[in-house]
């Protein structure tokens, strides 16, 4: 019996420990051959350790592309995402989650709804959207489909609706309007959870593919996923070059993380849990 208790009590750890060792295997194979020598990346059987680092595919990863121009485009459509969808999912979620007006409910239940259709379904009528108003090869294009996301509404409602209403009540006996207790009540108090959404929106642009590679033809404009696909040859891959861009461009979203692991767990928990904080 002890031994099942000891069992029980740290099987679950094994696990856990198990499958984040198997995620992060292939994050230390890309930063490992980041960092090898050419000759040694294909070598059989293959090797963890270089016979000496190099920083000899960043320097080609500079030389022969745009990579510092795709690093600055990712960064722009990142942040631009990030503060529109922040912006407009606030306001529609403070208006499904305290306001009251015909056919709320109704709208938020066809909300629901798009959340679980594939974005991709609307990729056509975006194009031509795009197309119409001139912003193929532009910011703009890349970030305006990005901006309205439903889970950025509902997950902000959820968290909007379960704070006190005593405090919107005394707001409006201290003469505040509906835009007032949105930036003095409902904002001050909804941090973690905007650092949660925030983090949250700013690594999907960062990392959104599909429709960046749909908009943008010219090289000087795509982001960084779609110059990582630019760097695969029609002959041969360069797996040193890729791995590399590949390594940097994940910096980034790392360093996010790290800086911020703390708001966005207690962020996604607050608002998963309907926690008032």
């Known amino acids: 019996m002890k031994a099942w208790r000891i069992i029980k009590r740290y099987l679950p750890y094994v696990i856990m420990y198990g499958i984040a ?28 350790i270089p016979s000496h680092f190099t920083v000899e595919n960043i320097q080609r990863l500079f030389a022969q592309w745009p990579f510092g121009r795709w690093v600055l485009n990712s960064v722009i459509v990142s942040s631009f995402v990030t503060l529109g969808s922040l912006i407009v999912s606030t306001l529609a979620a403070f208006s499904f989650a305290r306001l009251h007006w015909r056919g709320r409910d109704t709208l938020f239940m066809i909300l629901l709804v798009f959340m679980l259709l594939p974005w991709q379904v609307n990729v056509i009528p975006l194009f031509f959207t795009m197309t119409k108003f001139g912003f193929l090869n532009t910011y703009q294009g890349v970030a305006l489909q990005m901006i309205a996301m439903p889970i950025g509404v509902f997950l902000l409602r959820q968290f909007f609706i379960n704070i006190p209403k005593e405090l919107e009540d ?12 949105l930036t003095r009540v409902i904002i001050p108090v909804s941090k973690p959870v905007f650092a949660a959404f925030g983090v949250y929106m700013f690594n999907f642009a960062w990392n959104e593919f599909f429709w960046s590679m749909i908009v943008l033809r010219k090289s000087q404009m795509v982001t960084l996923p779609v110059g990582l696909k630019l760097l695969q040859g029609a002959f041969e891959i360069d797996y040193g070059l890729i791995l590399a861009g590949a390594f940097m461009a994940s910096l980034p979203s790392l360093f996010v993380f790290l800086l911020l692991r703390r708001q966005i767990i207690r962020g996604f928990t607050l608002a998963g849990s309907g926690s008032k904080g």
């Open 21 to 48: 060792f198997l995620w992060i295997i292939p994050i230390l194979w890309m930063a490992d051959t980041a960092f090898k020598p050419r000759p040694e990346i294909l070598t059989i059987p293959p090797s963890w």
């Open 170 to 181: 005394a707001a409006r006996i201290d003469g505040c309007s509906s835009f007032g207790v």
